[in-house]
């Protein structure tokens, strides 16, 4: 039946009314919230004058007055507050970025493990999973922090590593390019072209998979880049020096521990979701491939891991912004990441309020970061040809 224009009328009278309660509904709600925001800020305002507490971020040009122990960039005790969390926050950045690496090639190795038809290997793998899955994060940094600066050995008698690293209670020390940042610049200018390189190659002769071909080959030329770069300016080799070890570049066993921690407590859960992700692709898929003569390595290469690895971006942004998180835990080793410089920093001026608003803003920041390109890649792929 075709509604008549008293209908018509009326239904439109009804959305009217509708909407304009939703809208004073949510306008009340925005005024209740905004004045609970005058309210807290009023109240703290007056508790910190009335213990003659100073407020505002007026410190942050004041001189830090305390050294840091593991810099990606100069500092000094002269410098300012918000140059000590500029390292802080360079030091957080280091150890999330290369977890994240770490953590999701463990994974992915992992997972295909837990799918092999061999037992001990898929036994292996379970027992990977279990282990750093379930330990706490604390213990399992606790663990790797006392083996690294209990059992290795001293400086003086340091393992020596494929003759290009020595390892002992100091870190790891290893051989690095004379260039040292020129190096690695263009060691990421390598990974950009070579990996951008890769993608067009894989995306013209593949229908999946393009993105995995395009790391790895943006990883191969951006470490044959690396090692020319030493080739031609000669290398940093380290060196027992007296009690302490001299050239190259040093990991310290703070870092080590918490890279480590970081990067094996994460693989455990990724390495599931690689696992499940396979699992969730249809099984004729599989029958097909062996069926047009691939072997079960080329059908698990080719076929179903970059669909697994597609079904696994969701939860897998889920798994980084977690590590980045966790890397808050540094503070217990004596990592000077971010969390770490900021208690420094209250010790020295007392103002906690602020500081801590610096670090939840700066964890929130990097987490939609995270957010932002996990979803825009899995917006991408979703669209591609499966």
Known sequence: MRATPIGDAAWRARQRSRRWREWLLQGTLALLLV??????????????????????????????????GELLFEYSARDSYLRAFAVGMANTLRVALTGIVLASTLGVIVGLMRLARHPLI????????EVFRNVPLLIQLLAIYLLVTELLPEATQAWTLVGAALLS???LQIAVPEAGGTALLIALAALVVGGGAGWFAARRWLTAGAGLAGLLSGSVVALIAWLAAGAIGGWSQPARDGFLISGGAAL???????WLGLSLFTSGSIAELVRAGALAVPIGQ?????????????????VILPQALRLAIPPLASQYMNLVKNSSLAVVIGYPDLVS????SINQNGQALEVILIIMAVYLSLNLVIALIMNTINARVTRAPR
Do not use: Y
Not at 122 to 129: E, F, Q
Not at 341 to 344: G, K
């Open 169 to 171: 209670k100091e870190g």
């Open 286 to 302: 599989t029958h097909a491939a062996l069926a047009l003569g691939l072997t079960r390595g080329q059908t698990m290469g080719a």
């Open 252 to 258: 310290t066993p703070e870092f080590l521990a918490l």
């Open 122 to 129: 898929r036994a292996l793998g379970g027992a990977w999973v």
């Open 35 to 68: 004045g609970l925001a005058f309210l807290l800020a009023h109240n703290i305002t007056a508790n910190l004058a009335a213990r003659q507490i100073k407020s505002g971020f007026g410190f942050l040009a004041d001189p830090a007055g305390f050294n840091i």
């Open 341 to 344: 410089i900021a208690n420094t």
